[in-house]
């Protein structure tokens, strides 16, 4: 069966940089992209781009294009998503997804990274 | 950027009784990009039903969608206690995902 586990939580300074890995099991990586979504506290989900999982290629969501990197290594079926000048509004669950389906919807889910953003 | 507006923001109902969600887009959405997500606190969002009305895998028939253009309908035929949670509806258009704020569905 198909699996996304992600890194664990972690605590940043504002200004500083983080990078969340999405390793994946159970399918065939490079076939399907990863996306990624995040969700602040109390708040509704918010899509911030996808990788092609097979040529590295990106679309990311305008609010985070210039700060937010995907990146993959195929080696590993894993998936990752850097993002940098972080500031308190980027405190939030960060989520990576994929499907078998269909690209527009995203059967699978990896367990969700917090990111806490604080002085 | 379509922007996903959803009604009510809070649905408070009982198990048993049927609940209807709206989810409507600022502009003409393919059916075929329309989605329905459930998400129970603490745990990642779960798709429901994806191309409007199609219902994922394992998901229960008391769950469907219906509608087109600028005008979506998540329906719960029975609440099962399961069932409180947050619904979002997602769109696919522009070479943008947007999802709705979301609906929640409690006791």
């Known amino acids: 069966q198909v699996h996304l586990v992600q890194s664990g939580a972690e605590v940043k300074k504002p200004g500083a940089s983080v990078k969340v890995s999405c390793k994946t099991s159970?399918?065939?990586?490079?076939?399907?992209?990863i996306h990624w979504v995040r969700q602040a506290p109390g708040q509704g989900l918010e899509w911030m781009g996808w990788?092609?999982?097979?040529?590295?290629?990106?679309n990311y969501a305008q609010n985070f294009q210039g700060r937010v990197t995907m990146t993959r290594d195929t080696s590993i079926s894993t998936a990752y998503m850097d993002l940098s000048r972080l500031t308190s509004d980027d405190t939030a669950v960060y989520y990576c997804?994929?499907?078998?389906?269909?690209?527009?919807?995203?059967?699978?889910w990896g367990q969700g990274t917090l990111v806490t953003v604080s002085s | 950027e379509i922007v996903l507006t959803q009604s009510p923001g809070t649905l408070s109902l009982s198990p048993g009784e049927r609940a209807t969600l709206s989810c409507r887009a600022s502009?003409?959405?393919?059916?075929?990009?329309l989605a329905w997500y459930q998400q129970k606190p603490g745990q990642a969002p779960r798709l429901l039903i994806y191309?409007?009305?199609s219902r994922a895998t394992g998901i229960p028939d008391r769950f469907s969608g219906s509608g087109s253009g600028t005008d979506f309908t998540l329906t719960i035929s029975r609440l099962e206690p399961e069932d409180f949670a947050v619904y979002y509806c997602?769109?696919?258009?522009?070479?943008?995902?947007?999802f709705g704020p979301g609906t929640k569905v409690d006791i």
């Open positions: 191309g409007e009305s």
């Open positions: 990788i092609n999982s097979n040529s590295g290629g990106t």
């Open positions: 159970g399918y065939t990586f490079t076939h399907y992209y």
């Open positions: 502009q003409s959405v393919s059916s075929s990009y």
């Open positions: 997804a994929t499907y078998t389906s269909s690209w527009y919807f995203w059967e699978f």
């Open positions: 997602q769109q696919y258009g522009n070479s943008l995902f947007t």
